[in-house]
């Protein structure tokens, strides 16, 4: 396995790894037409290009050979949570990996890729993620990093808002 920076070219790889995974996660709770127009505005190529082109992007993908098996974004924290501050915290936005890669540790390997980025980028400031409130796996594997549950609010697509926790490690 190699993990990679996101580049222009791994976009399309993005484009598709990220809605396949996502829909792997929750296609279930979305009607189709509310999840595919979702997937389109949060997923498209040029939508992606320019996220990991932005500033203060931190993106990686986990490789198996050519086959792009996980990815990961931090950035400034961006949840909507009081004492969140983007100047100071950051976040970790999207951590995926494919169900087809589930328990070899990809996920831990790149969590730890990200924890590491804000603490260099933000110092010992604390430190966001946000999490389906029904993914037990990955709040156990938060937790076990030193996130604790901070609040809660609504991610919406299309008729449907999802119960999320917000996490933070301080």
């Known amino acids: 396995m190699k993990i990679l920076p996101v580049e222009p070219r791994h976009i399309p790889a993005l484009s598709a790894l990220a809605a396949k995974t996502f829909t792997d996660t ?30 203060d992007q931190f993106w ?7 086959e792009a098996a996980a990815y990961l974004q931090a950035c400034p924290v961006g949840l909507p949570h009081p004492d969140a501050d983007p ?8 951590l995926y990996v494919d169900t087809s890669h589930h328990g070899r540790g990809i996920g831990k390997q790149l969590l730890a890729l990200g924890l590491g980025y804000l603490s260099e980028r933000y110092g010992d ?9 029904e993914n037990i796996k990955a709040q156990a594997l938060y937790r076990a990093n030193g996130f604790e549950k901070a609040g809660e609010y609504g991610f919406v697509v299309g008729g449907v808002t999802d119960r999320e926790f917000i996490l933070r490690k301080r």
Do not use: C, N
Request: aromatic share 12%.
């Open 26 to 55: 929750f296609g279930h709770l979305y009607p189709p037409g509310d999840l595919q127009t979702f997937l389109r505005a949060s997923y498209a190529h040029d939508v992606l290009a320019a996220e990991v082109a932005g500033p």
């Open 125 to 133: 400031a604390p430190q966001w993620i946000g999490v389906w409130s």
């Open 87 to 94: 100047a100071r915290e950051g976040e970790l936005k999207r």
């Open 60 to 66: 990686r993908m986990a490789w198996l050979g050519d």
